[in-house]
């Protein structure tokens, strides 16, 4: 089995940060791509950020600039830096990892954390 683990969503102010972590545990042969999806309320769900193996990293035009995406490798963790949050910020933030266990890869969903930014 494979769990990603998500934290760090809150309420926050217009301007304010958070900082996103999601941890991925169980049996891992290799993570591939990981990356931080959001849904908000009546909106279908939307990619924010996604970093490769390598350190590639890939941005929603909306977040560029306020966001960065990062992660630590030997930790089997993502993280999401977010900076001069919006209203419009709100929603709950996925995380997501193509992970490879034995002979197969697929893709993998954390449960969600909220972010709620008040104006």
């Known amino acids: 089995q494979v769990q990603l683990v998500e934290s760090g969503g809150g309420l926050v102010q217009a301007g304010g940060s958070l900082r996103l972590s999601c941890a991925a545990s169980?049996?891992?042969?290799?993570?591939?791509?990981m990356g931080w999806y959001r849904q908000a309320p009546g909106k279908r769900r939307e990619l924010v950020a996604d970093?490769?193996?390598?350190?590639?990293?890939n941005y929603a035009d909306s977040v560029k600039g306020r966001f960065t995406i990062s992660r630590d490798n030997a930790k089997n963790t993502v993280y999401l830096q977010m900076n001069s949050l919006k209203p419009e910020d709100t929603g709950v933030y996925y995380c997501n990892a193509v992970i490879q266990r034995y002979t197969l890869k697929n893709s993998y969903w954390g449960q969600g954390t909220q972010v709620t930014v008040s104006s």
């Open positions: 970093i490769s193996t390598g350190g590639s990293t």
């Open positions: 169980g049996t891992i042969f290799s993570i591939y791509a």
